[in-house]
């Protein structure tokens, strides 16, 4: 059997043909996972690895967190029904599915996972250990209703590890759409982080100079 790290050479190279013959006709690909425990699909589709993405995830057997990120309605529906429980699980490299839907924009997701009871309020505890809301926000691509379903199983104001609201990070991203329902759900434009800087400073320092006057507290 390939070492893991030769999986992971054909992902990096977007080598959809080679990591296909060397998967052969193997079932559990979603737990072959590098150091940091991403999947091949999460490593691909974080990357642009877009052939070896799409390979994956046309081969089949998406795991929960694999299906959210894919936008895969249908097999994450199925998951859930066989395992309801699973819905707020964190993924090895630290994220629940409710997270990684909300990041890359897949709306349909992001509702069926509210729908289905995932809690928006779990701290992811990779990298940047935040909720689904903030990462929305760092994402930059989840629609309007989606993202005030979002809120409503969040809370507006709730802060990630850094200190940083919701408000802040669409601000600081020049992100109208979050910004916009977060101001009409009651966000505080005054909070501060701990060197005093608010969302409209964020947003002026990044370039987003009508989002800084919008924000001014």
Known sequence: MPETT?????AEADDAEGLAAVLGDR???SRIRNDNGE???LFCTFRGRVKCAAMLKARGGLSLHEAALAGDVSRLDALLKQAPWAVDLLSPD????????AF???DDVVILLLEAGASGRIMGRA???NLALHA???GRRIGKPAFERLIAATGVDA???????????AAGNGYETCVDALLAAGADKAIKLADGKTAADLAGERGHADLARRLAP
């Open 27 to 29: 079932s559990d690909a």
């Open 94 to 101: 630290g994220w629940t599915a409710l997270h990684l839907a």
């Open 159 to 169: 802060l990630q590890k850094q200190g940083y609201t919701a408000l802040m990070i």
């Open 104 to 106: 890359v924009g897949n």
């Open 6 to 10: 030769t999986f992971f050479k054909l």
């Open 127 to 129: 990298f940047e250990q």
């Open 136 to 138: 929305a926000c760092a």
């Open 39 to 41: 999947s091949l699909f």
